[in-house]
C-alpha cells in the first residue's frame, strides 16, 4: 500500500494481515474464493478479495468499542483459490476446505459471489454437515434451482444440512418470490425479516439465530451477503435494495456471531468491486466486517 502515513504507533490492519503467522493453528485465517461465473447478474466480484485485503490498510488494529486490539489475533493469509466456479472450481475449494478443516478458530471467506457458501460449508463440514448450522445475513432466501449464486442454501439442504438448523436474518420484502417463501417454510428455514428487526435488538436476534444454528452442537458457518444492506450504503451489490440494513448493523451482527467459538467460518460475498462508488464505501465495510470479525475472535478469551 502505497502513500499513506507512516506512524509506528498507528498499527495498520493490512499489515496484520499480511503478517503471515507460522503456527500450526491460528486464530483466524483468510481465503479469497473470487466466483462469478455462476452469477445471476453479470458480476466482477472475483476482483473483489484483493480489493477488501488493500482496503484493510486503511485501517488500524484496535477497536475502541470492544477494547480490543485484533493484532492479538494470530493470522494467516493463504492467498486464492484459482477458478472456483462450476462443479470443477468447487472440487478445487473442496479440497482447500478439507485441508484447512481444524486449523483455525474462523476461516473467512472472501467472495467472490454467494455461490460460495455451498462450497465452503460443504467443503469444511465434510461429514459433519447433518449437525451443522447456517445463519445467513442476507436478503435472499437463496433457494433457486439450478447452481448459482442464488441456489447455495438449497444445495446444501441437498447435501445434508437440517433446514431447521437454517437462520436467515434480512429477509427482505418483494425480493423472494412466492414459491421459494413457501419453500423456505417447508424446509424449516427460521426467517426474521427487515422488517421484524425493526423491533428487535441485533443482540436478541443473534442470539435466536446462534440457538437454531447450533441445535445440534455441530460448526456454524456465518454467511453474510452485502447486498442485505441498504443500496445508498452498499453501490457495489447489484441486488442491494432501498431499506436494507445499515453497516453498522452488518458490523454488529458480525462481531456478535463471529464472538460465539461455535462459530468456525463466514463468508462475506455479493461485492462487485469494479462497480463500486469513488469513495470505495462498499469494499471498506467488507474489510470492516474482516476486522469485527477478528474482534469477535479476540472477544472469545476475553
Not at 493470522?75 to 472440487?91: S, T
Not at 421459494?180 to 425493526?198: H, L, Q
Amino acid at each position: 500500500m502505497t502513500n499513506l502515513h507512516v506512524d509506528e504507533h498507528w498499527p495498520r490492519a493490512g499489515h496484520w494481515l499480511s503478517s503471515g503467522s507460522s503456527a500450526e493453528h491460528t486464530g483466524m485465517t483468510v481465503v479469497g474464493i473470487g466466483a462469478h461465473l455462476t452469477s445471476l447478474t453479470p458480476t466482477g466480484a472475483d476482483k473483489t478479495p484483493a480489493a477488501i485485503r488493500e482496503a484493510m490498510y486503511k485501517y488500524s488494529t484496535y477497536s475502541w468499542e470492544h477494547d480490543l486490539d485484533i493484532a492479538s489475533v494470530s493470522v494467516r493469509d493463504v492467498g486464492d483459490i484459482p477458478d472456483p466456479d462450476w462443479e470443477e472450481g468447487e472440487a478445487r475449494v473442496f479440497a482447500k476446505m478439507a485441508e484447512l478443516r481444524g486449523k483455525q478458530d474462523l476461516l473467512v471467506a472472501l467472495g467472490g459471489d454467494n455461490a460460495i457458501t455451498y462450497s465452503v460449508g460443504k467443503g469444511l463440514w465434510g461429514d459433519q454437515i447433518g449437525k451443522a448450522g447456517l445463519i445467513t445475513i442476507d436478503a435472499h432466501h437463496d433457494i433457486r434451482e439450478g447452481i448459482s449464486n442464488g441456489s447455495p442454501v438449497r444445495r446444501l439442504i441437498a447435501a445434508g444440512l437440517q433446514g431447521t438448523h437454517i437462520a436467515q436474518i434480512g429477509i427482505s420484502d418483494y425480493a423472494n418470490s412466492p414459491e421459494y417463501a413457501k419453500r423456505a417454510k417447508e424446509y424449516g428455514i427460521t426467517v426474521i425479516t427487515r422488517g421484524a428487526m425493526r423491533t428487535r435488538p441485533l443482540e436478541d436476534i443473534m442470539a435466536e439465530a446462534i440457538y437454531i444454528a447450533g441445535a445440534s452442537g455441530g460448526p456454524i458457518h456465518y454467511d453474510l451477503d452485502v447486498d442485505v444492506c441498504d443500496r445508498a450504503v452498499t453501490p457495489a451489490c447489484p441486488a442491494a435494495t432501498p431499506g436494507g440494513l445499515s453497516a453498522d448493523d452488518v458490523r454488529h451482527l458480525t462481531f456478535l456471531a463471529t464472538s460465539h467459538s461455535n462459530v468456525t467460518s463466514m463468508d462475506i460475498t455479493e461485492i462487485d468491486a469494479t462497480i463500486d462508488s469513488k469513495d470505495e464505501r462498499t469494499i471498506r465495510l467488507g474489510a470492516l466486517c474482516v476486522l469485527e470479525a477478528a474482534a469477535g475472535v479476540a472477544s472469545r478469551s476475553n
